[in-house]
């Protein structure tokens, strides 16, 4: 698949690890430029640093996603440097703090819906209305989300995190039905349990490695760099055909 993003604009939150680091060096090994947005700046630039060491175009810059203005600022400064974006991986996001619903704060439920749901909500709304005026690509212009297998099914120990996916599922089939006749694909990658910075409080509860392990039908956990290759795929023309689409990246863990 080598080239077939060459010189479109990619914009990635949450760039600075995880799924999105894994996801731009894959964006720039497809010769995409990327611009790179994250709450910590130092580890987005840190992320396009690398992906300049490997040859590719990248910039850098904070963004709070929860946050209008941060993300107003954030895509101004994008389509000042690059002149359009053709593509979107929405993935900030948190987890929030592990426990039952009933005792659960609404101060922490606003916190995840905020970053989880507004964050993907905003972001979206600025894509789109800068997709909407530019030509669109071979394979048409393309948006994917972070949603997560608890977007699909409960989370007995993180409500507002699932609540949040279950959303991001729903924003992403909406916008796809909105836009797709407007050349916009959109879809979401919901990953199971992934070896990531975000992952870890969960995998330290109690015996949670372990039992998530054993639900595993391939026995193993995935990497960030196999998510990354399938945002990649999704955003490339290869994906032309799929749009509103929440792709399961789980091991098996709902088989």
């Not at 010189?7 to 894959?26: C, E, M, P, W």
Request: net charge negative; hydrophobic share 45%; charged share 20%.
């Amino acid at each position: 698949m080598a080239g077939q993003l060459k010189d479109r604009v990619v914009l990635i939150t949450g760039g600075g690890s995880g799924f999105g680091r894994a996801a731009a060096l894959q964006f720039c090994a497809e010769d995409a430029r990327i611009v790179l947005g994250d709450i910590n700046p130092d580890t987005a630039e840190a992320t396009a640093q690398a992906v300049r060491d490997a040859g590719g175009e990248a910039a850098a810059a904070q963004v709070d996603v929860a946050d209008e203005g941060s993300v107003r600022r954030f895509f101004d400064g994008a389509l000042k440097q690059f002149g359009r974006i053709d593509c979107a991986f929405n993935n900030a996001g948190i987890l929030g703090p592990l426990g039952d619903l009933h005792a659960a704060s609404l101060a922490d439920y606003e916190r995840v819906m905020a970053v989880n749901v507004r964050g993907v909500w905003l972001c979206m709304q600025a894509e789109i209305a800068c997709m909407l005026k530019q030509d669109t690509p071979p394979g048409g212009h393309a948006i994917v989300n972070t949603a997560s297998v608890a977007g699909l099914v409960g989370s007995a120990l993180l409500p507002a995190y699932a609540a949040s996916k279950h959303a991001v599922v729903g924003l992403t089939r909406t916008a796809a039905r909105s836009y797709g006749r407007r050349g916009i694909r959109v879809n979401c990658v919901c990953p199971g349990p992934i070896e990531t910075p975000l992952a870890e409080p969960l995998f330290g509860h109690g015996n949670m490695r372990e039992t998530m392990l054993a639900r595993q039908a391939l026995e193993r956990f995935g990497t960030p760099e196999e998510v990354g290759a399938l945002v990649v795929w999704l955003s490339s023309p290869a994906a032309s055909l799929v749009t509103g689409t929440p792709v399961r990246i789980d091991g098996g863990a709902l088989s």
